[in-house]
């Protein structure tokens, strides 16, 4: 079996509790209650990674804030340029895909406020429940593997 590598992520308290850091390759889900400072610890987190893509579903997160805690950054905005949830992911798949890595972390926030390609379409009378969790599982099968050959984090913010 495979050791994990682990990224300390400058948190002493954090890295002590996570086993010595962040671990590479895998994907962790950061939940809590709105404004309770998951988005600002994922952003904390990023500081101990040199290539990170945050992807904003949200809309709600501050450019001047986050630039300045993680200049670097590059931002992919899920609302503006994209529909739907899978369309954002085959954008991203596109960006990590192929022989090299181009980052080494990638925070989704937030999760639960993407919306799916069945629940775009449907009429408003349409029952759409459980699409986007289907949606979700079926896009980590698949980047699961890539994450993990080339090491790439992936924090996803999810809140209650």
């Avoid at 069945?118 to 459980?130: H, P, S, W």
Wanted: hydrophobic letters at 40%; one cysteine or more; glycine letters at 8%.
């Amino acid at each position: 079996m495979k050791k994990i590598e682990k990224v300390k992520t400058g948190l002493f308290t954090l890295d002590l509790m996570l086993g010595d850091g962040l671990p590479k390759g895998q994907f962790l889900e950061i939940y809590g209650y709105e404004d309770s400072g998951k988005t600002t610890l994922c952003l904390e987190l990023s500081k101990a990674f040199s290539n990170v893509l945050f992807v904003d579903f949200e809309q709600k997160t501050d450019l001047a804030h986050m630039t300045m805690i993680n200049p670097d950054m590059e931002i992919l905005d899920g609302f503006v340029f994209e529909n739907t949830m899978q369309e954002v992911f085959e954008k991203m798949d596109k960006r990590i895909g192929g022989k090299k890595k181009q980052y080494d972390l990638i925070i989704i926030d937030s999760i639960g406020s993407a919306i799916s390609k069945k629940e775009y379409e449907a009429k408003l009378t349409e029952d759409t429940m459980g699409a986007l969790a289907k949606a979700v599982t079926r896009w980590l099968r698949k980047a699961s593997e890539i994450h993990y050959q080339f090491g790439i984090t992936c924090l996803m913010i999810n809140h209650r």
